[in-house]
Structure formats: structure tokens, C-alpha cells
């Protein structure tokens, strides 16, 4: 069984940077699907960004240019680079995983993290 869990989060000023990581176990981490969602209060959860397995990558049109997603297979570990950050990216933020990239972007994975929070602000 994948178990995922994120770190990072914290306060940052709007226009800081932030990095969050996505800590996963399991013998099969390099050939899952990982991805990025964020749920803000009282707002559906949505996807942030996505990586394959392979390492392709697709991002949400509001966070194009300032997110970067990555994986490091050898740590086991993803991460979510963030900058210019704005007060409209304040939100829990999950890691997700799936050997299926559709589950991922969709948000029906088979792991998810427990969350860590971004707060942006001044």
C-alpha cells in the first residue's frame, strides 16, 4: 500500500515562494501517476498539477508560469514549486497518486495525503 504524506506548507507573503513535498512509500512509487489538488474553504477541491510516471507534466491555467511539479523517484518523493504566489492560492493543498494519470487529473485516485496548508497573506 502507497502511503503519501505532505510538508511545507506554511505563511507566505503574496508574491513569495513556497515548496511542498509529497512524501510517498511503497516499492512501486515510480510508476504511478502523482498529482497536486487544493480545496480552499467552502470551494470544491481541484487539481493544481500533474506528473506521469514518466515525468510529463500538465498544470491548471491559473498557476501556469508560477507552479512547477516534479518527482524525485530515488527519494521518493514530489514536490510543488510555488511562486508568485497570490492570496487566491490559499488553500489545503494534496498530494495524490494512481497507476492511472485519469484518476489523478479527475481526483478519484487510490492515495491521497492527509494535506498541508498554504496561507498567503499580508
Known amino acids: 500500500q502507497v502511503q503519501l504524506v505532505e510538508s511545507g506548507g506554511g505563511l507566505v507573503q503574496p508574491g513569495g515562494s513556497l515548496r511542498l513535498s509529497c512524501a510517498a512509500s511503497?516499492?512501486?512509487?515510480?510508476?504511478?501517476?502523482m498529482g497536486w489538488h487544493r480545496q480552499a474553504p467552502g470551494k470544491q477541491r481541484e487539481l493544481v498539477a500533474v506528473?506521469?510516471?514518466?515525468?510529463?507534466?500538465k498544470y491548471a491555467n491559473y498557476v501556469k508560469g508560477r507552479f512547477t511539479i516534479s518527482r524525485d523517484n530515488a527519494k521518493n518523493t514530489m514536490y510543488l514549486q510555488m511562486n508568485s504566489l497570490k492570496p487566491e492560492d490559499t488553500a489545503v493543498y494534496y498530494c495524490?497518486?494512481?497507476?492511472?494519470?485519469?484518476?489523478?487529473?479527475?481526483?478519484?485516485?487510490?492515495?491521497w495525503g492527509q494535506g498541508t496548508q498554504v496561507t498567503v497573506s499580508s
Open positions: 511503497g516499492s512501486i512509487f515510480s510508476i504511478y501517476a
Open positions: 506528473i506521469s510516471s514518466s515525468g510529463d507534466t
Open positions: 495524490n497518486a494512481d497507476p492511472g494519470i485519469h484518476e489523478v487529473v479527475i481526483g478519484v485516485s487510490r492515495y
